[in-house]
């Protein structure tokens, strides 16, 4: 079994993320090999994953104390209610500090559980086992936790680092096409944020990556964690550099917050539209040269999901996104901040345009 090891070393944490396949099959060696102990620990499962995949974690688990909590992960139910729920498990069972919460399941489960795990009595012992590709490159890296609420998306949260990541790539093969695709589009993020190298790699093998082709779908993954660990190390609270893995978020999240969470669109399908939208205005105001432009879109457009999405949206829909761009966590002035594209490995984060500007720009096109 290869298991790829990446540390992060953090102001607050270091902790490993493990990467390969059947990894979940060797946790109790792992636990003990990272002299990871705790006597009571509550497992948070989404419900979406495969009951042989459950069944196989909590087998393995071999504790003296372990709960389960099952938790329908959609961003509507990413609240305070259910964290106040994981609140009273905890409480209830008398757990403290030393003792541990587990996030199995995608990105809105660990936003959730890792806020629970940061302010039960202010940190308890996180770790996160994410199930989904996104999940697995970014939303399970880096410490941020978050969850929505009438205003928009993850504007209560919190930084707090896991204890350690397991990344099983065996999750994987469960994933509809639609999450692959999800989860593809923060490894294409990525790829414009860090260099032509990775960019490279995954034009010339989108296909087998989608396809969870190795050892494709392992490199992409890695490169993707890499980044994102290089980042974290040197801007963990998000005050400059970590800004650029944002580009196309600020669209995205008031997209999804048009819908109110809508499943017509999730999460990496808002993303893709995003970095769409981010591309188009960076070569519309001279930041992006026209072909690095038709570059990164006609990848793009090999995903092959943009003319649906766009559909989603009409142009009444303009004012009530503009609405949520305007209350986005980047904003610091009452202009909306985007972050945009200058090159592959050069991205601008501080660009501000008002938002009577924006609007306008929008109706155009």
């Given at each position: 079994?290869?298991?790829?090891?990446?540390?992060?070393?953090?102001?607050?944490?270091?902790?490993?993320?493990?990467?390969g396949p059947n990894i979940i099959k060797n946790i109790s060696s792992i636990f003990s090999n990272q002299k990871m102990s705790f006597e009571k620990c509550l497992v948070v499962v989404d419900k979406n994953i495969p009951k042989k995949f459950k069944l196989n974690l909590?087998?393995?688990?071999?504790?003296?104390?372990?709960?389960?909590?099952?938790?329908?992960?959609?961003?509507?139910?990413?609240?305070?209610?259910?964290?106040?729920?994981?609140?009273?498990?905890?409480?209830?069972?008398?757990?403290?500090?030393?003792?541990?919460?587990?996030?199995?399941?995608?990105?809105?489960?660990?936003?959730?559980?890792?806020?629970?795990?940061?302010?039960?009595?202010?940190?308890?012992?996180?770790?996160?086992?994410?199930?989904?590709?996104?999940?697995?490159?970014?939303?399970?890296?880096?410490?941020?936790?978050?969850?929505?609420?009438?205003?928009?998306?993850?504007?209560?949260?919190?930084?707090?680092?896991?204890?350690?990541?397991?990344?099983?790539?065996?999750?994987?093969?469960?994933?509809?096409?639609?999450?692959?695709?999800?989860?593809?589009?923060?490894?294409?993020?990525?790829?414009?944020?860090?260099?032509?190298?990775?960019?490279?790699?995954?034009?010339?093998?989108?296909?087998?990556?989608?396809?969870?082709?190795?050892?494709?779908?392992?490199?992409?993954?890695?490169?993707?964690?890499?980044?994102?660990?290089?980042?974290?190390?040197?801007?963990?609270?998000?005050?400059?550099?970590?800004?650029?893995?944002?580009?196309?978020?600020?669209?995205?999240?008031?997209?999804?917050?048009?819908?109110?969470?809508?499943?017509?669109?999730?999460?990496?399908?808002?993303?893709?539209?995003?970095?769409?939208?981010?591309?188009?205005?960076?070569h519309d105001y001279n930041l992006l040269s026209k072909n690095k432009y038709k570059m990164i879109d006609d990848h793009i457009n090999k995903i092959n999901i943009i003319s649906k999405l766009e559909?989603?949206?009409?142009?009444?829909?303009?004012?009530?996104?503009?609405?949520?761009?305007?209350?986005?966590?980047?904003?610091?002035?009452?202009?909306?901040?985007?972050?945009?594209?200058?090159?592959?490995?050069?991205?601008?984060?501080?660009?501000?345009?008002?938002?009577?500007?924006?609007?306008?720009?929008?109706?155009?096109?």
């Open positions: 079994m290869i298991i790829n090891k990446i540390k992060v070393k953090t102001k607050t944490k270091k902790y490993l993320i493990l990467i909590l087998k393995k688990l071999k504790l003296k104390k372990l709960l389960i909590h099952k938790f329908n992960a959609s961003e509507k139910n990413k609240n305070y209610k259910n964290v106040d729920k994981i609140h009273k498990i905890l409480l209830k069972n008398r757990f403290n500090r030393e003792d541990c919460l587990i996030s199995f399941g995608g990105g809105i489960v660990g936003d959730v559980v890792g806020f629970a795990s940061s302010t039960y009595k202010r940190g308890i012992k996180f770790i996160n086992i994410p199930s989904t590709l996104l999940a697995q490159v970014d939303s399970s890296i880096g410490g941020k936790t978050g969850i929505n609420n009438q205003f928009g998306k993850n504007l209560i949260g919190s930084f707090y680092q896991p204890d350690l990541v397991i990344s099983d790539t065996s999750l994987l093969t469960s994933l509809p096409q639609r999450e692959i695709i999800c989860g593809y589009a923060e490894i294409f993020k990525s790829s414009l944020i860090d260099n032509y190298k990775n960019f490279n790699f995954l034009n010339k093998n989108i296909y087998k990556i989608l396809k969870l082709k190795s050892p494709f779908i392992q490199k992409a993954i890695i490169n993707s964690c890499k980044l994102k660990k290089r980042i974290v190390e040197k801007d963990e609270k998000e005050k400059n550099l970590r800004k650029v893995l944002n580009l196309g978020h600020t669209f995205a999240h008031a997209y999804e917050s048009t819908l109110n969470f809508s499943k017509k669109l999730n999460h990496g399908e808002a993303v893709i539209l995003g970095i769409k939208n981010a591309i188009k205005f960076s559909k989603l949206f009409k142009k009444r829909d303009i004012s009530k996104i503009i609405k949520f761009m305007r209350t986005d966590k980047k904003n610091n002035t009452e202009k909306i901040n985007l972050i945009l594209i200058k090159d592959i490995g050069k991205i601008k984060t501080d660009f501000q345009i008002s938002h009577a500007k924006l609007k306008k720009y929008l109706y155009k096109n």
